[in-house]
């Protein structure tokens, strides 16, 4: 009776194990380049992270003054953050929907195509995941200035899934059906790293930053958005894998619910304090 349950435990074992690495299929062009082979990476940067902004950071900011002497390399950051995102929209707009062959509509993966275009586009890849790490920063300067009241669980969680999933379209295909998400995600940081910048320079210029809250608006769109053009794919085969799919789905609902909770409480009742993930102007 051990030997049959052992025997079925195994197989059972074994056929999840098929399953994944059949869903879960690696891109080989990807596999060899740096951070993106790398388990530590995806593991320990997000366990480093938050510990240091909602445990060792903190503590080490318990007995010290807030750092406001960095303002100007917040400044810096945010001005690079624009053109760094301008440049992603450029680039692969140029290289996909108006320079390229790709289809709005749905675009598959093909993990044997190498040329010159294709290599690219996945290079790109590469150095936008490593800009959307570089988004951890904003928080990384939150506690330095002591604003851990910006510090919301939803921010953490917010920035390390980015990471994530910066990670996980290299690691599982980073051309294809993702390029309209890159793009869209790429403008909606255009608009906010340019309000945050904006709002640092003082009373003079915040006075005409009426738009604020649309900000939120305009990222909870995104996420309706790009949810409704992540589920093409279900309905078209176009080759595109199914394993993006689950990651990214329950990720949308999940940010629009709690960006929207968000929004209702920031925007909506008034007598609320402004706290969350779209507060960090406040910080600049």
């Not at 990476?41 to 007995?63: A, E, H, N, Q, T």
């Not at 400044?75 to 692969?92: D, P, W």
């Not at 294709?118 to 490593?130: E, N, P, V």
Request: hydrophobic letters at 45%; proline letters at 4%.
């Amino acid at each position: 009776m051990e030997m049959n349950a052992s025997s079925a435990a195994t197989r059972f074992g074994s056929t999840v194990g098929d399953a994944m690495s059949t869903f879960f299929v690696r891109d080989p062009r990807t596999a060899d380049w740096l951070f993106v082979g790398s388990k530590p990476f995806i593991v320990l940067l997000p366990l480093i992270y938050v510990y240091f902004v909602k445990i060792g950071g903190p503590r080490f900011m318990k007995s010290r003054k807030p750092y406001d002497g960095i303002k100007p390399i917040i400044q810096l950051y945010n001005a690079a953050m624009v053109f760094l995102n301008c440049y992603f929209v450029y680039a692969y707009l140029s290289k996909t929907y108006l320079g390229g062959r790709y289809s709005l509509f749905c675009q598959g993966i093909d993990f044997d195509a190498r040329d010159e275009q294709t290599m690219s586009i996945l290079s790109h890849g590469w150095w936008y995941m490593l800009v959307r790490t570089a988004d951890l920063l904003d928080t990384v300067f939150f506690v330095l200035r002591k604003k851990d009241s910006h510090i919301s669980t939803l921010h953490v969680v917010h920035h390390v899934l980015v990471v994530f999933n910066g990670w996980f379209g290299l690691a599982f295909g980073a051309d294809g059906h993702v390029a309209f998400g890159i793009i869209f995600n790429s403008f909606v940081h255009i608009v906010m790293y340019s309000y945050y910048f904006l709002s640092s320079l003082g009373p003079a210029v915040q006075k005409h930053l009426w738009w604020k809250r649309y900000l939120t608006q305009f990222q909870l769109a995104q996420f309706v958005i790009l949810f409704f053009h992540m589920l093409i794919p279900l309905f078209k085969d176009c080759g595109f894998p199914l394993a993006h799919i689950c990651i990214t789905l329950p990720q949308g609902v999940f940010f629009f619910v709690m960006f929207m909770r968000f929004y209702i409480k920031s925007y909506t009742n008034r007598q609320r304090p402004h706290t969350g993930v779209e507060s960090k102007s406040k910080a600049q």
